[in-house]
């Protein structure tokens, strides 16, 4: 079988043709890739580890409103993980005088193990938090809201944020679906005009 080849006209590319062809679409840099978080403690992506059962223990019974930390924290829901290690008697010490008798002891709390969520509202710096007990810095993450999970999951932390394995996500969240959200009294923190850091740093 033969197929005949029917002839057509082949139109001349411009200079600017060619260019538009040639030369992909710009890339956006990599200062403007925004990575936004979780709006939601069942759509939660990205966790973060506490050295000592207590720190998390306070964190997901409205005690500590603020989470201090080397980096500022984007506005949104984080998985909270509680590691092996623990603080030192001192510390522990210090806890159950900011938090009361109601701190259970640090051996008496789950380690190696994520323990709920929590909703950061937005980062300050210390001189920034109305003179809060736990405004330590450099940067001072505000805690809006949590949940805790009525099964803690087994899993492996790292330092910084982290992203949990499926098979930890998949448990975690099936607990989320349905946990109680504690919302904290945060407005003394929010008061305050964004500071020109803060707004270069907004999603």
């Not at 590319?13 to 978080?37: H, K």
């Amino acid at each position: 079988m033969c197929f005949a080849m029917v002839p057509h006209e082949v139109q001349p590319q411009t200079p600017s043709d060619q260019s538009e062809r040639l030369v992909p679409a710009a890339l956006p840099a990599a200062s403007q890739l925004v990575v936004r978080m979780a709006d939601s403690p069942g759509a939660a992506t990205h966790a973060l580890t506490m050295k000592g059962a207590q720190i998390s223990w306070a964190i997901l019974a409205g005690h500590k409103l603020i989470e201090n930390r080397h980096m500022r924290m984007r506005p949104g829901w984080y998985l909270l993980h509680t590691g092996k290690g623990t603080q030192d008697a001192a510390h522990q010490q210090k806890m159950r005088g900011l938090c009361g008798a109601a701190l259970p002891a640090e051996a008496d709390l789950p380690h190696g193990v994520v323990v709920g969520a929590l909703h950061v509202v937005r980062s300050l710096r210390p001189d920034e938090c109305q003179g809060s007990v736990w405004a330590s810095g450099p940067f001072c993450n505000v805690v809006g809201a949590s949940c805790t999970l009525a099964t803690p999951v087994a899993a492996q932390g790292s330092l910084g944020l982290w992203k949990p394995e499926l098979a930890v996500l998949e448990a975690v969240r099936a607990q989320l679906a349905d946990a109680p959200v504690l919302k904290n009294d945060v407005a003394h923190f929010l008061r305050a005009a964004p500071s020109a850091e803060e707004v270069r740093h907004e999603p």
